[in-house]
């Protein structure tokens, strides 16, 4: 990149080497694209930049998904670019999958030439209107001098409060043109804390509690607040469980640990919060799978809800008491309380030995192969292995059964996103190059990535991929049979081969039928550390981890 220096924070530059040289000031080492003739100059300006990685993925749906998993593992913000109104809605999965999930990213999208906008020119879409309910800001850059003041402001606004994506769609006109370029600082996202009323009114609720409970959700993560919560559990003796698909932000073998609520939760997780009489919410937004149908949380029990945007204070239910604090500075200060904490100890412990039987893995000969996998993973996999999933059935196997002991092991979506696993797979390990990466998916979610196998291949990135193969969209079939049974439409599936499929883009592609053969396959993969899909052929009968098919049928 060829610039004239004119202060330590004025440069002379073009729009788009503009926008890289915000991406080096924020430390962004991965960017995540499908290329387009509309941002050419980013890319040139990208070329010249060696700090930068550049991952080019097969589609955008695909580089979003990307970009999000490398966000939720390395705690940076996702940076991805597409162009025009194609290829922004194509990502825009990946951009409500980073809002709902409240994962840092920011989309760099081409649009059309200033001059021809507004009279539906080639490709264009309003790409600020388009993104605006699904992103925290979504802005246009008319004045190429304002370059750095809008990037680093976009930056500066997925990282702080509850992070999110921001689209910055930029005119074609815009990119290639000099000016002289006024740069600001990085700015730390800011850390509120709860105010010393607030910590008293805390105080003097926990008083009059006598089960009170801790559901912990991704604000956790965001803020590197694990050990503060472990500190405060322990602390206090406040069982914990796990808002939806964060299991990963308490150890799930300590004492205190009570469970996740996810989809198909299982009752004694339920009664710990039925049982319950206060809750702490502790940075999590309260979603519908987390509360249930918003059924839980009801008239009988104080809330005291934290969380660092003021927005989500309320939003689904009205707290006792609403603090305003990021997740670590806020458990730390709630940690100095001095409150007689003595008899809750047998409650939490009652707690955790209720999730215990809840996620008893005994295995034996007539367990379903989903089962027996879990197992093996448990029983070969290191501790600090790093998993993702996709949408469907086959993750109930996972939730239930495996135990997420350390910070920085799981990555899946919170929105439920089809075609996620894989792709958020493939970010992970890029965060995180020495870790063993896992990806289990279905036979329907991963052909909707599944091109990006290739992806994998081209990076040299040494993914695991277990693709559960039965043959349909089981998700979507089991609420079939729960609401009009033996009416199957539109759930069966054809015939695909994965593992010849991953091995036709130069990946390992292995095909099981028995826990044996997956045992012996899993070993493999393991130790060949390149990219590898092993397709798991299982049942249709086998819906979910409670129910069978015929089971859901005689119900009716």
């Known amino acids: 990149m060829t610039v004239k220096l004119n202060s330590p924070a004025v440069k002379t530059m073009t729009g788009a080497q503009a926008i890289v040289e915000c991406m080096k000031k924020e430390a962004i080492d991965k960017v995540f694209c499908v290329p387009g003739e509309s941002y050419l100059p980013v890319l040139d300006a990208l070329h010249d930049e060696a700090a930068i990685d550049v991952i080019t993925t097969r589609h955008e749906g695909g580089a979003a998904f990307m970009a999000e998993g490398y966000a939720k593992a390395s705690l940076k913000p996702g940076v991805v670019l597409a162009t025009r109104g194609v290829g922004a809605t194509n990502l825009s999965i990946g951009v409500h999958t980073a809002y709902q999930d409240s994962t840092p990213m920011v989309v760099f999208l081409g649009q059309v030439h200033s001059k021809f906008r507004g009279r539906e020119g080639f490709q264009e879409v309003d790409l600020e209107h388009y993104f605006q309910s699904i992103a925290k800001w979504s802005v246009e850059v008319r004045d190429v001098d304002r370059m750095p003041e809008i990037v680093q402001r976009a ?13 910055v769609s930029l005119p074609e006109d815009v990119l290639p043109v000099e000016a002289e370029m006024h740069f600001g600082a990085v700015t730390p996202p800011p850390k509120p804390v ?3 009323l607030e910590i008293n009114q805390v105080r003097d609720l926990l008083e009059s509690a006598n089960r009170p409970l801790v559901i912990a959700g991704g604000g956790i993560k965001s803020a590197q607040a694990e050990e503060a919560l ?11 469980i796990a ?13 205190l640990y009570a469970g996740h609520l996810g989809l198909g939760t299982h009752k004694n997780i339920l009664e710990t919060v039925e049982e319950s009489d206060v809750i702490l919410a502790l940075a999590t937004r309260l979603s519908e799978v987390t509360t249930q149908d918003y059924s839980i949380i009801t008239d009988d029990k104080k809330l005291i809800h934290l969380d660092i945007d003021y927005d989500t204070i309320g939003k689904v239910y009205a707290p006792d008491i609403g603090l305003i604090a990021d997740a670590k500075e806020g458990i730390q200060a709630l940690t100095k309380i001095e409150v007689d904490s003595e008899a809750w100890q047998k409650w939490a412990l009652s707690r955790h030995e209720a999730y215990l039987q809840a996620s008893k893995l005994e295995v034996s000969d007539d367990d379903v192969i989903n089962k027996k996998i879990i197992a093996t993973m448990l029983e070969e996999l290191p501790e600090d292995a790093l998993l993702t999933n996709d949408a469907g059935n086959f993750a109930g196997w996972l939730h239930s059964f495996y135990s997420f002991n350390k910070k920085h092991t799981y990555v899946g979506p919170t929105s439920g996103a089809m075609g996620y696993g894989m792709p958020a797979a493939l970010g992970a390990q890029l965060a995180f190059p020495d870790k063993t990466v896992v990806a289990l998916a279905g036979d329907g979610g991963f052909m909707m990535t599944v091109q990006e196998m290739e992806t994998a291949v081209r990076h ?8 559960f193969n039965n043959n349909m969209y089981g998700t979507i079939r089991m609420h079939q049979e729960m609401h009009y049974p033996e009416k199957v439409m539109a759930t069966d599936l054809g015939h695909v081969n994965f593992a010849e499929l991953a091995q036709s883009v130069g990946a390992q592609g292995i095909q099981v039928k028995t826990s044996e053969e997956f045992d012996t396959a899993f070993e493999e993969a ?9 397709e798991i052929i299982t049942g249709k009968e086998e819906i979910s981890v409670s129910s069978t098919i015929d089971q859901i049928r005689n119900k009716h």
């Open 155 to 167: 930056f500066r606004t997925a990282k702080s409060g509850r992070p999110g994506p921001v689209i």
């Open 194 to 196: 709860p105010s010393k």
């Open 230 to 240: 472990v500190n405060f559990a322990e602390k206090y003796q406040l069982p914990v």
């Open 243 to 255: 808002a939806f698909r964060r299991q990963d932000i308490f150890p799930n073998n300590h004492e």
């Open 460 to 467: 040299h990135i040494p993914i695991i991929v277990l693709v």
């Open 526 to 534: 393991l130790n060949k550390n390149e990219p590898t899909v092993i």
